[in-house]
């Protein structure tokens, strides 16, 4: 059974890494879409946002969420719906959401590797530091300019984002104020990032940021987010609030729908 959940795990990043392979029936709601030219991914890319309910009606600056696969066929519905469920019950202060259509995903959101056998499921092209550099000098600009948004930010992202969101942690802790990743795929680079957490953490910045991740019952990555926990409980730098949430009885695909709200809800809140 256990190397079962191992295997299928692996076919479900295979997949993840060229599309989500995964189609949902959320209403989508009201709201803008952009093309921004990137130099630095080479290409147009359509950014989704949702204000909430109350943007129109104040001239409040709010703050706002990012996230990869982030388009009207992927998670943006399911992401912004919640928000708005969360915002009503007053569970979380209201944000502004920015979704990143995917274009060619496994290239956007793996980083550098030097494992032959991550060949298989993305390109070992480092694309992520190319499309994080698209994030931090070309659409968190754009968005500031064209919204009324506070400097208070953050990232959300499940399997291969979930591994973008890590790996911006870890590397550019000070790009965003709050980071949420659902089962990422921390095996990625022969488990690079948990490997070497301790020592990237000696160069956190004394900066106030929050993290909250997850794991579900795949082994290749629970395995991993463990080992992370374990890291926190023992060097966690002073300037940084965590929770780990593990979660055995969900699985890969599961994991995000099943603790979207509680990640939401201890991460937004100050």
């Keep these: 059974m256990k190397k079962t959940l191992f295997f299928l795990s692996l ?8 599309n989500k392979g995964i189609t949902y029936n959320d209403p989508i709601p009201e709201h803008d879409s952009l093309v921004i030219a990137s130099d630095f991914v080479n290409e147009n890319r ?3 946002i949702w204000t909430p309910p109350n943007y129109k009606q ?9 996230m990869p696969d982030g388009g009207i066929k992927e998670d943006f519905p399911h992401i912004a719906n919640t928000l708005s469920k969360l ?5 979380t202060p209201p944000f502004i959401l920015v979704g990143i259509e995917n274009t060619e995903r496994g290239r956007d959101l793996s980083g550098y590797s030097e494992s032959e056998y991550d060949k298989q499921y993305c390109p070992l092209s480092d694309g992520a530091k190319n499309f994080r550099a698209f ?6 600009p754009e968005i500031d300019t064209k919204y009324r948004t506070q400097s208070k930010k953050g990232i959300i992202g499940e399997s291969l984002a979930g591994l973008f969101v890590m790996e911006t942690f870890f590397l550019t802790p000070e ?3 709050f980071y949420i990743a659902m089962d990422p795929s ?10 070497h957490a301790e020592d990237l953490l000696e160069k956190f910045p004394e900066q106030d940021i929050k993290l909250w991740f997850a794991g579900s019952d795949a082994e290749d990555i629970s395995q991993y987010t463990k080992q992370l926990e374990h890291t926190l409980k023992n060097t966690a730098p002073k300037h940084l609030t965590w929770q780990y949430s593990d979660q055995p009885e969900e699985h890969h695909n599961t994991i995000f729908r099943a603790t ?3 990640a939401l809800i201890w991460t937004l809140n100050d």
Excluded: G
């Excluded at 921390?186 to 490997?195: E, G």
């Design 58 to 66: 104040t001239t409040d600056r709010f703050p706002v969420l990012y």
């Design 260 to 262: 979207k709200e509680s």
């Design 135 to 140: 994030i931090t000098e070309e659409l968190i």
């Design 11 to 18: 076919i479900i990043a295979f997949t993840s890494c060229k």
């Design 175 to 177: 790009t965003f104020n």
């Design 186 to 195: 921390l095996w990625w680079n022969t488990h690079y990032l948990t490997n």
């Design 46 to 48: 359509i950014v989704n």
């Design 87 to 91: 915002i009503s019950e007053h569970k």
